[in-house]
């Protein structure tokens, strides 16, 4: 690919043709701030934040929007810009004069808050340009303007999938994680930790942050441009973590008493002493080839690995599968 | 096809950009694909009505503007993206365009209808809230009646009945085989919708936000195609040019309304005085009341004093009193003060904004509160003049840019700080 050379403060940078100035900056370490900018999504162009002086433009542009060509001149910094860009802060902080306070909808994931919504349009059109479910519409005009679920539905009456990406996109807290905001104790005063970690619902491999509060779990979040999966999440890895601290989690092995029909707790050796038993008298009565393995799409890939391996050496059957093999 | 006629034609929408110019960068961009010409009927400014006129009194020359200028550019697709409220002048168009198929002069399928979008949650057609300047103003009787009870034409405008609902979308693939096909599109509804930024985005089917420039729309416009979009009266002076009807330099059509005892569209010189126009054409302010103040070129020119009522209306002359000629529409008051004018016109800007950009969004608003409010309280860190600064320099479009003049008009002519310091 052809090759620019421009001239940013007064320093020459070569940057590949298609790139924006906000790359171009980025490739040499100057930072530009920005607030409707997400690299996953088409440059948009309206938060104002990332204005830069391009000589012979007659007003400032904005880096993320302003593809290079060669031979540009551009300061990232000067008397004049550095007021419109803090005046520019100053407005985003303004809040929005929405007429609606929150959704009223149903769903149990999504919640809005427009006093914190700065209309920079990244939850729309990630769930137009990403996941080309069109849940999200800007309504309204001027300061008045807000998201809502197509047509001020209900998220669960759209194409939503409850992916979560608008949260996740979300620069602001407009939109947030019901779930979270329940858990959360503000009281305790006990800063939540990330940790970092891979999800362990399908065979993907999304890398996630979990937060947590002591033992709790308050969020999952993914980070853009870590990973397979690039900041983007399913419901599930999103949003379902909260059967991790559910009172009705299975916590040991339970065989069901034939006698009166209850599933009781018991011990894991004994568990897998009474499994190894029964799975010995259904090869002994109809061959090796009498039982499947099926591994969920859950288990590592050295469980399922483990799990092959117990079916082909120990059972002598090769009717092993995992279902995130399709 | 030899232009240099136009020598002297300037955009009559209100940017005055050269149209010699504008029509040779169209002529100039490739064409593989075809190109487009537009005639920017939203009349939206506030005290503008020429342009709903034109159609009523010579919509035939208007058409024939845009005819060759297609034939001069090399286009085959042209709309007339107009304003909703202007169903009368839809028929009369339609008629028009019917009568010129039979004639062959425009492709066969040319005078559908086409709806292009607006704003979700507006209502399709503009209530007029925030126009209404003055009471009753001529802008509202025009919507109303048409323009014959303006100028005492006889032209009868109404009484056609809607001939078909519009269809949507714009069919962005068809072949024109021959001739020019011309269709009437019908506009989104809102004032943004007359940048033609967001007017090409309201008839791809979009959100009307204005796009970012460059890519132009003489490059890049409807479909990424390139673009020829013109005003109403400038495609009807371009006719007249060519036609060598009018044989001398263009004029300009100035809307006149408000305290004025003949309000209506009158032909003149541009550099003509306000007060010529408003006593000699527009029959002098009514009962004699004085002026308390006025609007040189529609809403967003700003007010002007009544001491300034001398000055020659053309751009140079109005830039050294902090405006523009814009779309030459004067309104004239005779019973509001021009803070009253002035905090009008804010709201209606803060009500327009697309809400794309943070300068116009959040700056429109808090400026239409800091005029509204009593003791002018300005409760930000950043100064006054900052913010009408990144209003300025930091917007998408013109709405932007221009809606901090009313403020700067106001401390210009009117010593607004000296007579509201809070």
Not at chain 2, 334 to 351: C, G, P, Y
Request: hydrophobic share 35%; with cysteine; proline share 5%.
């Amino acid at each position: 690919m052809p090759a620019n050379t421009l001239m940013i403060n007064g320093k020459d940078v070569e940057v590949l043709q298609g790139e924006s100035l906000l790359d171009a900056c980025t490739k040499i370490g100057i930072n530009i701030p920005t607030a409707c900018h997400d690299s996953r999504l088409e440059a948009y162009g309206g938060c104002r934040t990332c204005l830069v002086d391009l000589d012979g433009a007659p007003r400032p542009v904005p880096a993320c929007k302003t593809f290079t060509s060669p031979g540009m001149k551009v300061e990232t910094s000067g008397v004049v810009l550095d007021t419109v860009r803090t005046t520019v802060d100053e407005m985003l902080a303004c809040s929005s004069r929405a007429a609606i306070e929150t959704w009223t909808d149903a769903n149990r994931f999504i919640g809005y808050d427009p006093a914190q919504c700065i209309m920079c349009d990244r939850c729309v059109r990630y769930c137009d340009e990403i996941m080309q479910c069109n849940a999200l519409e800007h309504v309204g005009q001027g300061s008045e303007a807000f998201i809502q679920p197509t047509q001020g539905e209900s998220f669960l009456d759209t194409s939503c999938e409850l992916c979560g990406g608008c949260v996740g996109t979300c620069p602001t807290e407009a939109l947030y994680s019901k779930q979270s905001l329940e858990v959360f104790d503000k009281q305790s005063g006990e800063a939540p930790t990330t940790t970092r970690t891979v999800c362990n619902y399908c065979g993907v491999g999304c890398i996630i942050d979990i937060e947590t509060q002591g033992n709790t779990v308050i969020d999952i979040d993914a980070q853009t441009g870590v990973g397979p999966n690039d900041g983007h999440l399913c419901s599930k890895g999103r949003f379902a973590w909260q059967f991790i601290n559910h009172p009705d989690r299975l916590t040991s092995p339970l065989i069901r008493n034939y006698d009166n029909g209850e599933l009781e707790e018991t011990s894991w050796e004994n568990a897998l002493a009474v499994a190894a038993q029964k799975l010995s008298a259904v090869k002994q009565q109809y061959g090796a080839d009498g039982i499947a393995f099926l591994a969920s799409s859950r288990c590592t890939n050295e469980d399922v690995y483990a799990l092959q391996k117990l079916a082909r050496s120990v059972i002598g059957t090769n009717s092993v599968h995992s279902c995130a093999a399709t | 096809m030899n232009i240099d006629c136009l020598d002297s034609l300037r955009g009559c929408g209100g940017a005055g950009f050269p149209t010699k110019f504008k029509w040779n960068a169209v002529r100039d961009a490739s064409d593989a694909f075809g190109k487009v010409i537009i005639c920017n009927a939203d009349e939206g400014e506030p005290g503008t009505f020429k342009d709903g006129w034109l159609f009523d009194n010579h919509c035939a020359a208007v058409i024939n503007g845009m005819r060759r200028s297609a034939e001069h550019v090399s286009a085959n697709r042209g709309f007339i993206y107009l304003r909703p409220e202007y169903s009368a002048q839809r028929e009369l168009i339609v008629e028009q365009i019917k009568t010129m198929v039979a004639d062959g002069l425009l492709a066969p399928q040319s005078g559908r209808i086409f709806q292009a979008s607006g704003f979700l949650g507006r209502p399709a057609q503009l209530d007029n809230e925030g126009l209404n300047l003055v009471e009753l103003s001529a802008l509202d009787w025009f919507v109303e009646h048409g323009s014959h009870d303006l100028v005492g034409e006889t032209q009868q405008s109404g009484g056609l009945s809607h001939s078909e609902d519009p269809q949507y979308p714009l069919p962005q693939n068809e072949e024109i085989n021959e001739g020019f096909c011309l269709d009437i599109c019908i506009g989104g509804g809102a004032y943004i919708c007359g940048e033609e930024t967001a007017l090409i985005e309201s008839m791809e089917g979009k959100r009307p936000q204005p796009r970012h420039k460059p890519p132009f729309p003489t490059t890049s416009g409807l479909w990424q195609l390139p673009t020829l979009v013109n005003n109403v009266e400038t495609f009807w002076w371009a006719e007249r040019l060519l036609s060598g009807e009018w044989q001398e330099d263009a004029e300009r059509l100035f809307s006149i309304s408000g305290a004025v005892n003949k309000p209506g569209v009158y032909q003149a010189p541009v550099g003509t005085t306000a007060r010529a126009l408003i006593d000699d054409y527009a029959g002098g302010v009514t009962d004699n009341t004085m002026i308390s103040c006025w609007i040189p070129g529609g809403a967003a020119t700003g007010v002007l004093p009544a001491s300034l009522l001398d000055s020659k209306m053309d751009n140079d002359c109005l830039r050294e009193h902090g405006t523009a000629l814009g779309t030459a529409a004067i309104v004239v008051f005779n019973d509001q003060s021009a803070l009253e004018v002035s905090i009008k016109i804010m709201q209606f800007f803060a009500q327009e904004s697309c809400s794309q950009c943070t300068p116009c969004r959040i700056g429109c608003a808090e400026f239409a509160d800091y005029l509204a409010d009593d003791q002018h309280h300005w409760p930000h860190n950043g100064s006054v003049d900052e913010w009408l600064q990144t209003m300025e320099l930091g917007s998408i479009c013109g709405l932007g840019f221009t809606a901090p003049l009313i403020v700067r008009q106001l401390r210009k002519h009117f010593d607004f700080e000296v007579q509201h310091a809070s």
